[in-house]
């Protein structure tokens, strides 16, 4: 219990702001990596341009692997040999965590 009560707080007993322990927590969990990645959905139509946004659409990440689903198997066999480009293109426009794979699959309708 002693060690329950002495989390959050400071050595000099004082408590610790609420999202300094978070941050702490985020860290040593390794979710904070994991949520800054999730920005990778947003980022996507910057990272990408009109002409591939428009036939594409990110749906989640998994790890460190952006998840991206595609309107015609034409397209998604044009986005998979252009898929070293598209990950450079996504991570130079990020500011968090590097995506480390991009994989398409075909939209369901």
Same mark, same amino acid.
């Given at each position: 219990?002693?060690?329950? !009560?002495?989390? $959050?707080?400071?050595?000099?007993?004082?408590? &610790?702001?609420?999202?300094?322990?978070? /941050?702490?927590? *985020?860290?040593?969990?390794?979710?904070?990596? /994991? *949520?800054?990645?999730?920005? !990778?959905?947003?980022?996507?139509?910057?990272?990408? $341009?009109? %002409?591939? +946004?428009?036939?594409? %659409?990110?749906?989640?990440?998994?790890?460190?692997? #952006?998840?991206? &689903?595609?309107? +015609? +198997? /034409?397209?998604? !066999?044009? #986005? +998979?040999?252009?898929?070293? #480009?598209?990950?450079?293109?996504?991570?130079?426009?990020?500011?968090?965590? /590097?995506?480390?794979?991009? %994989?398409? %699959?075909? !939209? &369901?309708?």
């Amino acid at each position: 219990m002693a060690a329950r !009560a002495r989390r $959050g707080r400071r050595a000099g007993g004082r408590p &610790e702001p609420v999202g300094d322990v978070l /941050a702490g927590y *985020l860290d040593r969990t390794g979710l904070g990596e /994991a *949520l800054g990645r999730l920005g !990778a959905l947003d980022e996507w139509t910057g990272a990408v $341009g009109p %002409r591939v +946004s428009r036939v594409t %659409r990110p749906v989640e990440v998994r790890g460190d692997t #952006l998840v991206v &689903e595609v309107v +015609s +198997s /034409a397209w998604l !066999a044009e #986005l +998979s040999m252009m898929r070293p #480009l598209i990950l450079e293109q996504v991570n130079k426009a990020r500011a968090g965590p /590097a995506i480390g794979d991009v %994989r398409f %699959r075909l !939209a &369901e309708q």
